[in-house]
């Protein structure tokens, strides 16, 4: 899903899913770009022409759930604080901001602006925004009520103060607020409908509501899921204007065709280099490659819903231990992403380092498949004629017949990765434990998240599943959505344990940092015991650009709206 999948820190939230351009298609989606409001100016030749296998599902916060979506709604939408160059928080919209109060109130001075149709943006706007959120926080904006943890009200003294009160001191305050987007309250609280449903039904992107009436460095002229959405420069944005003349964002299902189109010099920008792709481009002529250290954390996710019916015995943590001993993850380092990755156990990616979150206890397990044996002998799976282990019937109120160790793995099939190879890798190397992994065809992200939690959010059918995050550099987005209250929202484990949500409300109050960083410390571990996932990789971020081009920012991602506002051609 979206923490909302990235050196290159895309949203998370940034989850999930990460297209579909091939052959002429491809060729003529560039061209079709222009007509969207760049064709027949001197601006054209400055567009940012930039080639991405992550589609951009909604300009809607409440619903998207995408990769760049998040980097879509940064473009478009003010926030008041950001990630910055030196992956800290830092000014957006407001200029300035202070707590007070013990933490409770949290002032913050706005720049001056106007939406992109002319209207003034102002505190007003905001207090909107978060007053809507927290209306609708168990229905229609239970998406991104965590981000909102803890306040209280908000109100607007003047059009360029905005006063935030929260019911008790909140630590991750300002990284909370980094992934907030303030709406143009002029439209969408026309939207509202029955008890706020309107919310997730408005379409911004839709030709009948273009171009996107937006605060950020830019409008949105033309949109088209799987081909190319323009951005136009925003000339009423409040701060660092955008380089170039425009950003035409072109999504591939084809990663050889998106770099071809590069090499030809009809793309400037590849915001994620296919992994196996990384070395030959490095060799090709109008291509730069970047590689740094990523993020992007996959995992082999497990249903975690104590009150399942169907295979209980994936519940049981020295169960999935076993099966971690017997994942190789060199394996899929070296063939699934050709090398640019290593093997990882932590629910944050090493972006968290730099400020003491990721605790060092945390590391996998390594390859022994002969110890994954013995712990599957000593819990009692006994080998079948056909080797397949049996688990034993058992008894009580959830009780289940004996049956083999056979179970589904669902596996999206718009990952950045080779979902199908990794699972070939994962099924092998279970089969030699007596078990046996049977892939079931994801679909894309929002179809895949709707098996994984099926029936309808309830987490009942699945077994297992690949995907992956791109974690926050604040813990406490990714350490939420393993807590019930982000069922059918950010969860995709059904993980339900009451003593670790609690753990995730006190950390999150936390203001002293020490006591703070050892409660998140406590939490990675738990999760590492517990393995609602198992988590297998972090891979690195690889980005390429045109040496036509410079001021690229290619570790910060949709985190920054210097992103896309910095690049500009050299000449």
């Known amino acids: 899903m979206t923490g909302q999948r990235e050196g290159e820190l895309m949203a998370p939230g940034s989850r999930r899913v990460p297209l579909v351009v091939v052959g002429l298609a491809v060729l003529l989606a560039l061209p079709a770009v222009a007509a969207g409001g760049f064709r027949g100016s001197k601006a054209e030749a400055k567009v940012l022409r930039v080639g991405t296998t992550y589609y951009i599902s909604s300009f809607n916060p409440f619903v998207g759930i995408e990769t760049n979506d998040s980097v879509a709604y940064s473009m478009v939408y003010p926030q008041l604080v950001q990630y910055v160059p030196g992956e800290k928080i830092g000014s957006d919209w407001a200029s300035s901001w202070k707590s007070s109060r013990g933490g409770l109130t949290w002032t913050f001075h706005l720049r001056k602006g106007k939406w992109s149709d002319g209207t003034p943006l102002t505190s007003a706007d905001a207090v909107w925004t978060i007053s809507t959120v927290l209306k609708y926080k168990s229905g229609p904006t239970a998406y991104v009520a965590s981000s909102y943890e803890g306040i209280k009200n908000a109100s607007a003294p003047d059009p360029q103060t905005l006063v935030i009160n929260y019911s008790h001191p909140i630590g991750p305050a300002l990284s909370n607020l980094s992934q907030t987007y303030i709406l143009p309250k002029h439209v969408w609280s026309a939207k509202l409908g029955k008890n706020g449903k309107g919310l997730q039904e408005f379409r911004p992107q839709e030709k009948d509501n273009l171009p996107i009436v937006a ?84 995992n082999l996710g497990f249903n975690s819903n104590p009150k399942k019916s169907k295979n209980r015995e994936l519940l049981s943590p020295r169960l999935k231990e076993a099966f971690e001993y017997a994942i190789p993850r060199q394996q899929i380092v070296d063939v699934v992403f050709s090398g640019h990755a290593k093997p990882w156990a932590n629910i944050l990616s090493p972006a968290s380092k730099g400020e003491g979150w990721l605790n060092p206890a945390v590391k996998p397990l390594p390859y022994n498949p002969a110890r994954a044996n013995r712990t599957l002998d000593a819990l009692g799976y006994k080998r079948g004629a056909d080797g397949l282990r049996v688990v034993p019937a058992t008894t009580g109120k959830l009780a289940q017949p004996a049956h083999v160790m056979r179970y589904s793995v669902i596996v999206p099939n718009d990952l950045d990765f080779n979902g199908d190879r990794q699972f ?64 059918y929202n950010n969860s995709d484990t059904g993980f339900d344990d009451p003593l670790y949500d609690r753990w995730w409300k006190k950390q999150a109050s936390l203001v002293n940092v020490k006591q703070r960083q050892a409660l998140v410390w406590k939490m990675e571990a738990y999760l590492a015991k517990e393995r609602p996932y198992i988590q297998l990789i972090v891979a690195d971020a690889i980005s390429a650009e045109s040496p036509k081009w410079t001021g690229f920012q290619p570790t910060l991602g949709g985190m920054c709206k210097c992103y896309f506002t910095s690049p500009h051609p050299l000449s």
């Open 424 to 487: 070939d890798i994962l099924a092998t190397a279970f089969r030699k434990i007596g078990v046996k992994l049977n892939l079931v065809p994801g679909g894309d992200g929002a179809q895949a998240y709707e098996l994984i939690t099926a029936p309808g959010g309830k987490y009942l059918k699945a077994d297992m599943y690949t995907w992956y995050w791109h974690p926050y550099i604040d813990p406490s987005y990714n350490l939420s959505v393993v807590t019930k209250a982000e069922w």
């Open 215 to 298: 605060g950020g460095p830019y409008t949105v002229t033309q949109y088209e899921q799987k081909g190319t959405t323009a951005f136009k420069p925003n000339p009423n944005f409040y701060g660092p204007r955008s380089k170039s003349a425009g950003v035409a964002f072109t999504y591939y299902t084809n990663a050889t065709s998106m770099v071809v189109d590069m090499e030809r010099g009809k793309l400037d920008y590849i915001d994620s280099l296919p992994y196996g792709a990384a070395d030959a481009a490095k060799t090709k002529p109008g291509i730069k490659v970047n590689v740094g250290g990523g993020t992007e954390v996959t």
